[in-house]
């Protein structure tokens, strides 16, 4: 079954999920109400391609890994490593975007700038070891802040929740895996479904009010130019944990004055440099693109 089938069957199904649930749901823009014409353009993704080799900056990078990117004002898939794409990995830190808007969306938090008291037990990352707010704790990815909105949100409503976004496979575990599902539980999201789910983000048809998905969409932003904003998250499974194949994760969107390409990079990592790699692999196809 082709990309585009995989795709098509899937928001259908979704959409009909979505009417059955009654959800108020603003209009999708017309540029998204459609799939892809052509899902991937295998011509420009030729290995040896000098115009558009993605593959060629993982091996310069010895990095293991994929990338896929959707370009939506041409309604074209360009990829490295498509088998990869297809694959379903724990979405670690991704997570967070969705996790913000289900802890707003329940009143498990104010706003963004509403401020939860540091436990004072000492984490990994300096920078975590302090009160925060959501804007600050997204862009840390402070991992204690998240873990404390998932408990308030309660494991019965983030599995409703988890399953009316129909993000990956929906799977948050049981009760006592609250605070640890996207960590190291049974969720599971591949570089495919992250495209999706940020596509429905970036349009509104995610079943959360407007606030919330503004909120979001804003916290979510990496970088601000007069060309382009980037709205982005990274995430590493199995942090300091050197006993299991760690992961990562880099995805979002680039908004320019016309398009919008949404990414999805995700990587094997087997030291610390490549925790870097995430985003620079992904510039760098972009920027072969043009897009930055």
């Known amino acids: 079954m082709t990309r585009f089938w995989r795709l098509t069957i899937w928001l259908f199904s979704w959409t009909i999920v979505a009417f059955i649930q009654v959800q108020k749901i603003p ?28 593959g060629r900056h993982f091996r310069e990078m010895a990095v293991e890994g994929s990338i896929i990117i959707y370009d939506l004002k041409n309604e074209r898939f360009f990829e490295h490593n498509p088998q990869r794409n297809m694959t379903a990995f724990p979405p670690a830190s991704t ?16 706003d963004e700038i509403a401020v939860l008291t540091w436990d004072g037990i000492e984490r990994e990352i300096p920078q975590w070891n302090r009160d925060l707010n959501m804007k600050e704790a997204f862009k840390l990815s402070a991992v204690w802040f998240y873990q404390v909105l998932a408990r308030r949100v309660g494991y019965a409503r983030m599995q409703e929740w988890v399953s009316k976004a129909a993000y990956g496979n929906q799977k948050i575990g049981d ?35 407007e606030k919330s998905l503004a909120i979001v969409k804003d916290i979510m932003i990496n970088e601000k130019t007069p060309e382009y ?62 897009v930055l």
């Open 27 to 54: 209009e999708p823009s017309k540029a998204a109400s459609t799939m892809p014409k052509s899902v991937i353009d295998n011509q420009l993704l030729v290995e040896g391609d000098d115009r558009l080799d993605f």
């Open 175 to 209: 009760r006592e895996d609250i605070d640890k599902f996207w960590l190291d539980g049974e969720l599971r999201i591949s570089p495919e479904e992250q495209i999706q789910f940020l596509r429905r983000l970036y349009d509104n048809k995610l079943p959360f009010s």
């Open 95 to 110: 997570f967070k975007i969705l996790n913000s808007l289900i802890a707003l969306e329940t009143g498990a938090i104010a």
């Open 229 to 290: 904003t980037i709205r982005s998250k990274t995430g590493w499974f199995g942090f300091g944990k050197d006993a299991i194949a760690n992961i990562g994760w880099y995805v979002g969107y680039v908004e320019t004055g016309d398009n919008v390409y949404f990414f999805a990079t995700n990587i094997d990592i087997r030291d610390e440099k490549d925790g870097a790699a995430r985003i620079q692999l992904t510039r760098r196809c972009l920027q072969d693109m043009g």
